[in-house]
């Protein structure tokens, strides 16, 4: 079981990214998948989350309106599109999936099963 994430890259306060992540070794349609990051010296935090069927999403209130995250049509892709960047969005972005238990209260909880290595994404201002 594998999660691969790209797209990360160094943007200008403003610009876009679009992250994706490719799951493989199992099929993913049936978990909830999420986007975490961690900024240097800092832990990490959740950024959004999208339901196994993709009909729920959430969002940290720091990139609710700039960010949006969406599944692929094969399911076992999932993307975080960025806009309008800022410093502040420095990090690296990590993609998890998992069966949530309860994931109307426990989107935003790092405890998904699973985990990729991490896209960097750098903004300056």
């Known amino acids: 079981v594998q999660l691969v994430e790209s797209g990360g890259d160094s943007v200008q306060a403003g610009g876009s990214l679009r992250l994706s992540c490719a799951a493989s070794?199992?099929?993913?349609?049936?978990?909830?998948m999420a986007w975490f990051r961690r900024a240097p010296g800092k832990e990490r935090e959740f950024v959004a989350a999208?339901?196994?069927?993709?009909?729920?999403?959430y969002y940290a209130d720091y990139v609710k309106g700039r960010f949006n995250i969406s599944r692929g049509d094969a399911s076992n892709t999932v993307y975080l599109l960025m806009n309008n960047l800022k410093p502040e969005d420095t990090a690296v972005y990590y993609c998890a999936a998992g069966r949530v238990f309860d994931f109307d209260n426990d989107y935003g909880v790092p405890r998904y099963d699973y985990w990729g290595q991490g896209t960097q994404v750098t903004v300056s201002s």
């Open positions: 070794g199992r099929t993913f349609s049936s978990y909830d």
């Open positions: 999208t339901s196994w069927n993709g009909g729920t999403t």
